[in-house]
């Protein structure tokens, strides 16, 4: 099947820094990629889609200039976390349709940011 | 708007029990629905779908039929095991922006 990996798997950072998440489809192209934030109560919440080659789209109450997403080639998009703060501390997943239009979607692994 | 509404967990069960994780949508159209679960500290792999009214997906012992009558798409499995813990998640799949809808997850424990 398809697979999604992301990178890196655990990211631990000062409060106050940025961290970037990548995303890639390893044996598909995606023009377009979802990302999501996991609560510690598990529900799992859409932040924003990210599309190849333009803007992306952020869920609304997603603060866009905290939470840049950059869609720069059909196999990755990266997800940067600016100044990072303590509440920010979560599970970020991400996921993307094998192609587009289609219902069935493909979720990394994961990537579990500790700001300290 | 579209949504799913699951049982809340967790769900705690002896090794070989039966189980139910009830999940109901509210959609227009007829969306297809999805079943996700996630292994502890992995992220979520596709359990099982259907597309249509009356399918039923079914994938390692585990069933759920899409009912459009009460718009429900109900998990189960007739013996679970202990390697079944997970978080399970409902979705539906809306046309309209191609995006998965979730549910809030149900933790499933299974003890041997």
């Known amino acids: 099947g398809a697979v999604v990996s992301q990178h890196p798997s655990w990211v631990i950072c000062k409060s106050g820094t940025s961290v970037k998440i990548e995303c890639r489809s390893l044996d598909f192209q995606a023009t377009t990629m979802f990302w999501y934030r996991q609560f510690p109560k598990q529900s799992l919440m859409l932040m924003a889609t990210s599309n190849e080659g333009s803007k992306a789209t952020y869920e609304q109450g997603v603060e866009k200039d905290k939470f840049l997403i950059n869609h720069a080639s059909l196999t990755l998009s990266t997800l940067t976390v600016t100044s990072a703060h303590p509440e920010d501390s979560s599970f970020y997943i991400c996921s993307a349709p094998i192609q587009r239009s289609t219902d069935t979607q493909y979720f990394g692994p994961g990537t579990r940011l500790t700001v300290l | 708007g579209n949504s799913v509404t699951q049982m809340e967990g967790p769900v705690t069960l002896s090794e070989e029990a039966f189980l139910t994780i009830n999940c109901t949508y509210t959609a227009t159209g007829y969306p297809s629905l999805f079943w996700y679960v996630q292994y502890p500290g992995e992220g979520l792999q596709l359990l099982l779908k259907a597309t249509k009214a009356d399918d039923k997906g079914s994938n390692k012992g585990f069933e759920a039929t899409y009912r459009k009558e009460t718009t429900s798409f109900h998990l189960e499995k007739g013996s679970v095991q202990v390697s079944d813990s997970a978080v399970y998640f409902c979705?539906?799949?809306?046309?309209?922006?191609?995006?998965?809808?979730f549910g809030t997850g149900t933790r499933l424990q299974v003890f041997p």
């Open positions: 979705a539906l799949f809306e046309t309209a922006t191609d995006k998965l809808i």
